[in-house]
């Protein structure tokens, strides 16, 4: 393992270990990074030491609306933009209370693509 990926895992621990009361949070490698997942449901991931959270279409523009960005990355020819994952803000990952809020609705929306899906 990298020593960038053993630090998002640390990263991605101590965010999880400020998630009390969402169930049971776990922690896993994630391509360069580490995933949080709530029951088996990934909702954020950690790359390159930026926590990036799910959004849907209600959540999405509260991220826009303070500034966050998707994820990207750079695909063989171009910059491939994920638009169901955001940048969390700086002001939601400072702030306790409002990042276990931000991630319970980001595991909804994790949960309510997955439904989607089957």
Known sequence: MSQ????????????ADRLTGLGAVSVS?????????????????????????????ESRPEFEALGAAPFRYGGRTRSVKVSSYFEAPDEVVDDADTLR?????????AV????RRV
Do not use: K, N, P
Request: proline share 0%; net charge positive; aromatic share 12%.
């Open 112 to 115: 309510g693509a997955r439904r």
């Open 101 to 109: 809020r931000w991630a319970a609705r980001s595991h909804q929306a």
């Open 4 to 15: 960038r990926q053993d630090a998002a895992l640390e990263r991605a621990r101590e965010v």
């Open 29 to 57: 490698r994630f391509f360069s990074g580490a995933a949080i997942a709530i029951g088996g449901v990934q909702f954020a991931f950690i790359i390159e030491g930026t926590l990036y959270l799910r959004t849907d279409d």
